[in-house]
């Protein structure tokens, strides 16, 4: 089967080639791929500075498809199913973070298309307890952006706890800010994205996807907006999805007493420079949101189902596997917002 496979460590080293096809071994579930969303992991990996990836490995973790075998442990799911997965493909099972379900955090994870061969590619094999079915009225499309969906679900949710009537500004208006923004938007709150003169597009995909108010930093204040909005209270949530500490800064500055900061953005350091004495002296609950769990993939899913959050509003860009290098630079250029992969787009 065809497949793009990182081959080795470093720039690029990334060949669209032959493998053999997997196979449904012990409670592996065998996957036709439909689509295969382009991540900012994916990127990091293709630059080589994304220490989680090793190669040789087949890239993608965002996808949906066809189940065309299964392996004689699987119980539940069947040929002919329509499903996404976590990317969760082994965990250790016995510590306290696998107990409680949260396998993002169990430190012997490994996880589709970082560690063990992912989604681009014609076929993929996940474990069953990662497979999800997909309801009737969720498109396979929108379905292979569950997972950037289930992190905004575990960011806004599970971390953030949105109530209906918050004012939440969400940093960022790329894939993750963008189901940040939309999931927000689920749970009755009022959101606010904040970007920079070149999210102008993504703007536009915001308002339409539910956003009350976009703010292009360089042309407006977002201090001066959130306080205007809020009679000077300031934002119930923050979330910081770009990646910037000066947006994280930010966001402890217009955040209100007791508020919510929740840092999902991927800083260049591991050490940077934050706005302490906020934390402190507004008691603001500042907090991770590290990927997604179990628990995130099924409130995706019910949001998709109820048709409350539809990403593929977001899908700008679709292209074939043999054209992923021109999808690759137009998501490092910032052109599209998400670009997907397509592998077989008669799947239905
Ligand atoms: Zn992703
Ligand atoms: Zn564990």
């Known amino acids: 089967m065809k497949a793009v496979v990182k081959t080795e460590a470093g720039l690029d080293h990334m060949v669209y080639m032959d493998i053999p096809e997997p196979e449904a071994t ?5 996957i036709k791929i439909a689509y295969s969303g382009i991540c900012g992991t994916d990127l990091h990996a293709f630059k080589g500075n994304y220490g989680s990836t090793k190669p040789p490995v087949v890239l993608g973790h965002e996808f949906s498809g066809i189940v065309v075998d299964v392996g004689p442990e699987v119980k539940k799911i069947k ?13 250790c099972g016995v510590c306290p973070m696998c107990k409680s379900k949260d396998y993002n955090l169990c ?3 490994q996880g589709l298309g970082t560690q063990i061969n992912g989604s681009m590619a014609e076929y993929l094999v996940s474990r069953e307890e990662s497979v999800h079915v997909l309801p009737d009225n969720v498109s396979l499309l929108s379905a292979s ?12 949710i599970e971390k953030g706890q949105v109530q209906p009537g918050d004012v939440c500004v969400v940093f960022g208006a790329g ?8 999931v927000a938007k689920s749970q009755g709150a009022t959101v606010i994205v904040a970007g920079l003169p070149q999210d102008k597009e ?15 930093q360089m042309e407006e ?40 900061v929740v840092q999902m953005g991927v800083f260049n350091n591991t050490h940077e420079s934050i706005w302490t004495d906020l934390i402190l002296h507004r008691e603001i609950v500042y907090v991770g949101s590290r990927s997604q769990k179990p628990s995130s993939w099924v409130t995706a899913l019910k949001l998709m189902e109820e048709g409350t959050v539809v990403p593929e509003k977001i899908a700008t860009y679709l292209t074939p596997l043999e054209n992923w290098r021109e999808g690759f630079e137009k ?12 592998l077989d787009d008669t799947l239905k």
């Open 26 to 30: 012990g409670d592996l579930v065998k």
């Open 79 to 91: 040929i002919g199913d329509r499903v996404t997965s976590e990317t969760t493909f082994k965990t």
């Open 107 to 109: 430190g012997h994870r």
């Open 145 to 156: 952006l569950t997972e950037p969906l289930a992190c905004g679900v575990h960011s806004v």
């Open 175 to 182: 894939a993750i800010g963008q189901m940040v923004s939309q």
């Open 202 to 216: 993504r703007f536009k995909l915001a308002l339409a996807a539910g956003a009350d108010r976009c703010v292009d």
């Open 221 to 260: 204040d977002i201090k001066a907006v959130v306080m205007e909005m809020t009679n000077d209270v300031g934002a119930d949530k923050c979330f910081e999805c770009s990646g910037a500490v000066p947006a994280l800064n930010k966001a402890l500055e217009i955040v209100r007493r007791k508020g919510t």
């Open 331 to 342: 998501m490092m250029a910032g052109e599209v917002t998400k670009g997907i992969i397509v």
